[in-house]
């Protein structure tokens, strides 16, 4: 089954490369398989296993087809790109995260959501037992700009790098997501953990801290001031 879940990941991703990611493509079931270096009749069959997934939408056109990635098709593609990013960077990540590694980025107001989240009792009561940190009802937030402090955020946050998970919950009718956190060392003085929110407004360069401590006014921070984190491996 693995085998032929390959062979469908390709033929999907050479529809791809030819356009039919986001628009319909003309391509007959021959012209697939000189791609796939496979005979007509077995590239026809993966053409209508991937119909039969939902994977792609399919018309006949003259002796030819048209063909269009679905939006299942699309998850495929992007789950695997994120399954290939992820070995690639953890492998990457041995070489380029240096111990003890660093991060270093600038204070600016969020969208003050984050003592929300961290008043709810499911969430708390994780950040103490997990964490051991009581933490003051507010994130830091701070914001990354050199390619270097981006690039090692990327890895934490989307590789394999060991993480603590604060799972989800429900309350009502809401759902809470999980939330992944990492231990740090604040300008070498207070402990803390950088928070990786699944529902986060923030963009790429954002990285939100908690404390047990209200950061701004113990440290004298104002948007604007550089901070240093240190990331402190869990053994």
């Known amino acids: 089954m693995e085998d032929i879940k390959c ?3 390709v033929a999907l991703l050479e ?13 007959s079931s021959g012209e697939l398989g000189k791609i796939l270096k496979i005979s007509q009749q077995t590239s026809s069959q993966r053409i209508i296993k991937l119909e039969e997934l939902g994977w792609i939408n399919r018309e ?13 098709g699309k998850k495929v593609l992007r ?4 399954t290939l990013k992820m070995v690639v960077e953890t492998e990457d990540s041995k070489k380029y995260l240096e111990h003890p590694l660093k991060i ?8 003050g959501e984050g003592g929300y989240y961290i008043s709810l009792e499911a969430y708390k009561k994780q950040f103490k037992e997990k964490l051991n940190l009581d933490p003051y009802l507010g ?4 914001k ?5 402090d981006l690039r090692k955020k990327n890895i934490l946050e989307n590789s394999a790098f060991p993480k603590i998970k604060i799972s989800g919950f429900k309350e009502g009718k809401r759902t809470f997501g999980d939330v992944d956190a990492i231990k740090v060392k604040i300008n070498n003085k ?11 407004h923030h963009s790429s360069p954002i990285l939100e801290i908690i404390s047990k401590e209200y950061l701004r006014e113990k440290l004298d921070l104002k948007d604007g001031d550089e901070i240093e984190l240190e990331i402190l491996y869990e053994s």
Do not use: H, P
């Open 7 to 9: 062979d469908l990941w």
């Open 79 to 82: 789950n695997l790109y994120n």
């Open 139 to 142: 994130t830091l937030n701070i």
């Open 15 to 27: 529809l791809a490369k030819r356009g039919a990611y986001d628009q319909k493509i003309k391509i």
């Open 60 to 72: 006949n056109y003259g002796k030819s087809q048209l063909i269009v990635l679905s939006e299942e």
């Open 104 to 111: 270093k980025g600038e204070v600016f107001s969020g969208f």
């Open 190 to 200: 207070i402990d803390g953990a950088i928070l990786f929110i699944q529902r986060t």
């Open 144 to 148: 990354l700009s050199s390619l270097s």
